[in-house]
């Protein structure tokens, strides 16, 4: 299909298969502000603030409950909030019906009706909205090439594979030029290998037509790959907004950085400037600054930026940890995943400090010390090989350092956007 096809088919939201860098000035597409909501006594949303930009996907990421399901109904008009506003293209929809909205939304189970083929599927908004039959014929034909279902035109749902039907339920949302794409968990109900898949071949289609669309999903992988930007949402609140890179490297709480991938987190205190985790003493990043001398913090790293050397050598820009034993190597495919135990005791704390009391395990006639997880790509494992009983030395290539509310939530911090930290 020719991007001037795409064009005829959405309108002004098509990006005319110009490289995304060469589009005009980003624009504000989908609005949420201040929403909040209650089902009887219990908290849903609480102060939901987020933008989805002309072109954008955003991934609302969060555990089962978390409210993630009922902000997508409300943008949708099929639930109202309590307090807040939502805002698309400038216009205050908030007291308006779903189908006033000009929202389109994907459902897991794609709803599709049993008994109309892929054409008729597709042409069903058209039909009841009274447009002429040609009209209808050419959208429908484009739409289907446009997903690439040219030679199932004619079948039945039941006569498709899961992704061909969620083509063809993306393909009947499309029909009547949405201003946002809404996807219901899209790719829960797939097999592994076709959820992979078909989110690369959704994620490039949403790229060729620019529309805006917000996904909402439990799975991490799932939303770094489909994300221009990832919300995560902990029981109703949002705790960071920010690109994958951002929010995957750069957690600004221990929700974030456990709930989206595995992470490593060790007790400690700045001391002098530095980062104190028991006996061991880590030259503090630029970020520890804003922390005071005693405070306690989380030291959190990733498996994958533990760096672990048998001769004790550690590369330039290596930061050492302590030394440990290895105690478990399992080979889980493309890489190695390492439980080591690190040379960690805690000393008495003097009057006043916090006990840390993840940092040593009881005294010496028990084992001693802190166990973490590390990972090794399979060519790095290959080329040096360790055994279990290996003592090694132990080093991070990259960490962060996050203050550790003893008896408070971190939920009692405010929303990090780090997307506007430009």
């Known amino acids: 299909m020719r991007p001037e096809e795409i064009t005829t088919i959405f309108g002004n939201n098509a990006s005319n298969g110009a490289p995304e860098g060469e589009r005009s000035e980003t624009t504000v597409a989908a609005s949420v502000r201040s929403v909040s909501k209650k089902f009887k006594k219990t908290v849903v949303l609480e102060d939901i603030d987020f933008d989805i930009a002309e072109g954008e996907s955003l991934v609302l990421l969060g555990a089962s409950g978390s409210g993630k399901t009922t902000i997508l109904r409300i943008i949708a008009g099929l639930e109202e909030p309590d307090t807040g506003r939502v805002i698309l293209h400038g216009k205050d929809v908030t007291e308006l019906p779903a189908r006033e909205r000009g929202v389109g939304v994907i459902f897991q189970n794609y709803a599709l009706f049993p008994r109309m083929t892929v054409e008729r599927n597709i042409g069903y908004g058209m039909r009841i909205r009274h447009r002429p039959?040609?009209?209808?014929?050419?959208?429908?034909?484009?739409?289907?090439?446009?997903?690439?279902?040219?030679?199932?035109?004619?079948?039945?749902?039941?006569?498709?594979?899961?992704?061909?039907?969620?083509?063809?339920?993306?393909?009947?949302?499309?029909?009547?030029?949405?201003?946002?794409?809404?996807?219901?968990?899209?790719?829960?109900?797939?097999?592994?290998?076709?959820?992979?898949?078909?989110?690369?071949?959704?994620?490039?289609?949403?790229?060729?037509?620019?529309?805006?669309?917000?996904?909402?999903?439990?799975?991490?992988?799932?939303?770094l790959e489909l994300g221009d930007r990832i919300a995560v949402l902990n029981a109703g609140r949002l705790e960071q907004i920010g690109t994958p890179d951002e929010v995957y490297n750069r957690p600004e709480t221990e929700y974030v950085a456990t709930f989206l991938g595995a992470a490593n987190l060790l007790l400690g205190v700045v001391s002098r400037g530095d980062v104190e985790i028991g006996t061991a003493i880590i030259p503090a990043p630029v970020e520890t600054a804003r922390f005071r001398e005693g405070q306690a913090i989380k030291l959190v790293f990733r498996p994958e930026d533990v760096y672990i050397s048998r001769t004790g050598e550690l590369p330039d820009g290596c930061r050492r940890l302590t030394n440990g034993v290895i105690e478990e190597i399992r080979f889980v495919g493309a890489y190695e995943r390492l439980t080591l135990r690190l040379d960690l005791v805690a000393r008495q704390p003097a009057e006043g400090e916090p006990v840390l009391y993840n940092v040593a395990l009881a005294g010496r006639e028990k084992r001693t010390g802190v166990p973490i997880v590390a990972t090794r790509p399979k060519p790095e494992a290959n080329a040096n090989l360790l055994t279990v009983g290996d003592r090694v030395a132990v080093g991070l290539t990259a960490f962060r350092v996050l203050a550790n509310y003893a008896l408070a939530s971190e939920r009692a911090g405010r929303l990090v956007d780090t997307s506007k930290r430009r």
């Open 133 to 223: 039959r040609k009209e209808i014929r050419k959208k429908v034909g484009e739409l289907i090439e446009l997903v690439g279902l040219e030679e199932h035109r004619k079948k039945y749902p039941s006569q498709l594979s899961g992704g061909q039907q969620q083509r063809v339920a993306i393909a009947r949302t499309l029909a009547y030029k949405p201003q946002v794409l809404l996807f219901d968990e899209p790719f829960g109900a797939l097999d592994a290998q076709t959820r992979v898949r078909l989110r690369r071949e959704i994620r490039a289609l949403l790229k060729r037509i620019n529309v805006p669309s917000l996904f909402i999903t439990h799975d991490q992988e799932e939303a």
